[in-house]
């Protein structure tokens, strides 16, 4: 059953995903003038108010434009600061455009009363660098403790629909027909078949505004579901998946050594370089016949 979006403006069509620009094409030994057309990269800032705290930032990310409520909603859901659609009172563009373009940059969401979250809880940790001084269990205990849902076993899916999907993805994919520079997540069920897919220029933006999309339809956690990735399977997608409920991540590249171990851990099953001809998988295998 869908869910009643929260109260406020929210741009949508107004929101320019791709421009043209003039370049200089060679090939071979010829020069000639072309209009390439590339994807808008823009900063996105994220807000958040409470009933006992004022509006405040939360972060900001570089997005390709468009869908900004679904990218926000499951931005504070992958981080455990909302649960549901219900913890959410108002979701708007709070700030002018930008003279320039247009582009709405700024969007707030304002919580509920109810909603447990406390400002205090702001502090994020990055796990960018091994230098960071944060162990890679250290990290995976963190996303195990904000987990709200187990992972299910309703899930499967047959080799041949495995690897048929990165065709089926790219063929959804409206924007990267037009730039081929752009990333996109697509949600599956067992069938195979690609129900939702989100594009934008950040691998992890599009996944958030896929899951945000699902939350806003009521369908989180989704528990008989696989998420399609267009690139490398990193340590912070895999989370994302876990926190929604998710059973199997395909990825066209490789998945990193810690989102390996974070998918073992929490029973996820984990594919990377799929492609027409095959695919390894990482754990659980059980989900994949």
């Not at 895999?238 to 590249?253: D, L, P, S």
Request: glycine content about 10%; overall charge negative.
């Amino acid at each position: 059953m869908n869910k009643q979006t929260p109260s406020g403006f929210v741009a949508t069509e107004s929101q320019t995903r791709h421009e043209k620009v003039d370049i200089l094409k060679q090939t071979g030994n010829q020069w000639e003038s072309h209009a390439d057309t590339i994807s808008v990269e823009e900063p996105l800032e994220i807000r958040i108010a409470g009933h006992e705290f004022e509006e405040t930032t939360l972060a900001i990310t570089m997005r390709t434009p468009g869908c900004d409520h679904e990218l926000s909603l499951g931005f504070l859901f992958g981080e455990g600061i909302i649960r549901s659609l219900d913890d959410v009172t108002a979701l708007e563009h709070c700030r002018p455009p930008s003279p320039d373009k247009g582009i709405h940059n700024s969007i707030c969401v304002t919580l509920k009363a109810s909603t447990a979250f406390k400002l205090e809880q702001l502090e994020r940790h990055f796990y960018t660098s091994s230098s960071c001084g944060v162990c890679g269990k250290t990290s995976i205990d963190s996303v195990m403790e904000k987990n709200f849902t187990s992972i299910g076993h309703r899930f499967s899916i047959r080799r041949d629909q495995v690897t048929r999907l990165p065709t089926d993805l790219k063929e959804q994919q409206a924007d990267f027909s037009y730039t081929g520079g752009i990333h996109a997540a697509g949600l599956i069920n067992s069938a195979g078949d690609l129900l939702t897919v989100r594009e934008d220029i950040g691998r992890h933006n599009a996944v958030d505004k896929l899951i945000g999309a699902s939350l806003m339809a009521g369908n989180v956690p989704l528990a008989g579901h696989g998420l399609m990735l267009s690139g490398r399977a990193g340590f912070e997608l895999v989370q994302k998946a876990i926190m929604a409920g998710i059973e199997f991540v395909a990825a066209i590249g490789p998945p990193s050594s810690l989102s390996v171990e974070l998918a073992e851990d929490a029973g996820l099953t984990l594919t990377g370089f799929v492609s027409d001809k095959g695919f390894n998988l990482y754990s659980h295998p059980g989900r994949v016949s």
